[in-house]
């Protein structure tokens, strides 16, 4: 009986002593009536300039929170703009210097063969705090800088309700 007291005593010391010491972490997300907002935003600033464009917002875990797709946009800018979302949020860095950094480095150009993932401008970060929360992707306009300059139009739009 003893030893069964101990034993129970000691498990009971050890779990309290465990949570004692555990942190609580705070996880941000981006949510979703924001996603789509920014997603609206961005999509309008590339229709305002007669750019024809798709655009997504992916979540801090990579999954699609927000798609839009203008009017005639080309079928593969639905998922180029996710892709580019997917890889700004993975990489936390715009898609263009993305781009630059695996033309620039070998030991980066495979980065390009990983799932989902594509070297092309229009997809950026969107951050709080220095914390990546989710990520922007444009794709259809005539180049990835004017899909970036969308997409950070759509984060402009919601920037200031982010928390």
Request: charged residues 20%.
């Amino acid at each position: 009986m003893i030893s069964r007291i101990s034993g129970s005593l000691i498990f009971a010391t050890l779990v309290t002593a465990g949570n004692a010491h555990a942190q609580v972490r705070t996880v941000r997300d981006i949510p979703t009536v924001l996603a789509v907002e920014a997603v609206a935003a961005a999509v309008a600033d590339c229709s305002s300039k007669g750019y024809i464009v798709s655009g997504a917002v992916v979540d801090r875990a990579g999954q699609l929170k927000a798609l839009q797709r203008a009017d005639n946009a080309g079928p593969h800018s639905i998922d180029t703009s996710r892709r580019k979302a997917y890889t700004a949020l993975s990489t936390k860095i715009p898609t263009a210097r993305f781009m630059e950094n695996t033309q620039k480095n070998p030991a980066a150009a495979n980065l390009v063969f990983i799932n989902d993932f594509i070297a092309l401008g229009g997809g950026i970060p969107i951050q709080v705090e220095g914390d990546t929360i989710g990520a922007i992707g444009i794709s259809g306009a005539p180049g990835g800088h004017l899909d970036e300059q969308c997409a950070e139009t759509g984060i402009a739009k919601i920037k200031d309700r982010l928390k």
